[in-house]
């Protein structure tokens, strides 16, 4: 074989638009999952407001009580219950972007574009 048949170039131009489609389709992929991933941390705000709320109301219930009362075991028993529930709170972290270095996609289309046809004689 002296060069790249013209099937050669056909299959090779081929492949190259395969790999762009499916860095395409990767992409589009890692923007839907994202897109779900803030729906997530969106309800997960929601859920921490929700349980900061609790906590706030459960202090301001303990604030009314004697400070017999705080200090026996009631006022332990809400105590504790307060601490768990800012607790699960703190606990509730937002989940990160997914992220794909589309690099090596690149690097595997310029391989195959930048192949010579024919070697340089």
Do not use: C
């Not at 638009?17 to 705000?45: C, H």
């Amino acid at each position: 074989m002296k060069k790249f048949s013209k099937a050669d170039v056909v299959k090779r131009d081929g492949y190259i638009n395969k790999l762009k489609s499916a860095q395409a389709d990767i992409e589009t992929a890692i923007r839907e999952v994202n897109s779900v991933v803030q729906e997530y941390n969106d309800t997960l705000a929601e859920a921490q407001g929700w349980l900061e709320d609790l906590g706030s109301s459960i202090e301001s219930y303990m604030d009314e009580k004697s400070e017999k009362w705080q200090e026996g075991d009631a006022g332990s028993a809400f105590s504790e219950w307060k601490d768990a529930i800012e607790n699960a709170a703190s606990e509730l972290t937002d989940l990160e972007d997914a992220e794909y270095d589309t690099g090596p996609i690149d690097d595997h289309v310029n391989t195959l574009n930048d192949l010579p046809e024919e070697p340089s004689v």
